[in-house]
């Protein structure tokens, strides 16, 4: 087994197959898998990928044949044309239902629908979406929504759009994607005092700031901040205090100082995939 960087917004798995096996419509399980899968029985249930159950010939690793298997792939590998040392994506549902899928078909699917959800444009369509994502991924939503973060902060940061309205130019609005990411991981709590407070709908309240106004939508130009915050960006004498890597870390109004909690501290800065081989 070996891991690699993914360039996914997730941690997964793969197993890389043989000719041999391929041609047998079998799929062996390395050793350093075997403890995922059962460790008796004959039968085990694969989810399709339009959510069917099917089920399958399995051969746990203490059988006589010394080798943890999955059989029956014959159809699979032929629909998807499978060639010697593809890797297969493995993903636990539960004790002894799995799913598994061509790299390049989650590949696919994950870009897709990542790309449906940045270009989503309102509140209902984005939940459809997201919840499409966690389908694919096998991820909770906040787990995606984290994972996305992180991916955000390593974009590059560009000049902040503006749009043509009533022959006026107005700066663009931070997206919906953006918006639940930040909401779903501060919980409407400001950034700099931690405060929020319910609106009539049940929902936390909070605004976005820009800390630079002419840089566009980049999770590292934007704060979760409270009405009272932002109106201080906007009137009062600041001075802001960065790292390294361009994240605000603290603000200084007047003589008020504030420290800045930055989700990013708590999150992994990386992805891997686990490339697991045929024995």
């Known amino acids: 087994m070996k891991k690699v960087k993914s360039n996914l917004p997730l941690n997964y798995i793969t197993i890389k197959t043989t000719k041999s096996r391929i041609e047998k419509g079998l799929l062996a399980i390395p050793v350093s898998l075997i403890d995922l ?13 339009n959510g069917v159950v099917e089920e399958k010939s399995f051969t746990p690793y203490k059988s006589s044949s010394r080798e943890c298997r999955i059989g029956g792939l014959s159809s699979f590998y032929k629909n998807y044309q499978i060639s010697d040392k593809e890797e297969l994506v493995i993903q636990i549902i539960d004790e002894n239902k799995f ?33 499409k994502i966690t389908e694919i991924t096998n991820l909770s939503k906040i787990e995606v929504l984290k994972n996305e973060y992180v991916m955000l902060s390593k974009t590059k940061m560009e000049l902040r ?12 609005t931070v997206p919906y994607y953006i918006r639940r990411i930040l909401l779903e991981l501060y919980k409407g709590k400001c950034q700099l005092t931690n405060f929020t407070f319910l609106t009539k709908s049940g929902n936390p309240y909070f605004e976005l700031h820009h800390i630079d106004p002419n840089k566009g939508n980049h999770i590292k130009n934007l704060l979760v901040v409270s009405p009272n915050i932002h109106a201080q960006f906007t009137h009062a004498n600041k001075e802001e205090f960065f790292d390294e890597e ?21 999150l992994p800065k990386e992805f891997e995939k686990e490339v697991h081989y045929e024995f």
């Not at 590949?107 to 459809?128: A, P, R």
């Not at 759009?161 to 663009?172: F, G, P, Q």
């Not at 109004?253 to 708590?266: A, C, G, L, P």
């Open 99 to 131: 799913k598994i899928m061509p790299e390049r078909v989650f590949k696919e699917k994950i870009k897709n629908v990542l790309s449906e959800f940045e270009n989503c444009k309102d509140e209902t369509q984005g939940e459809n979406i997201l919840s």
């Open 161 to 172: 759009k503006k749009i043509e309205k009533s022959a006026t130019l107005v700066k663009e």
């Open 37 to 49: 899968f059962p460790k008796t029985g004959n039968k085990i249930f694969l989810v399709n990928q």
């Open 246 to 266: 361009g994240w605000l870390r603290k603000v200084k109004f007047n003589q008020d100082q504030y420290f800045v909690n930055q989700i990013i501290d708590k």
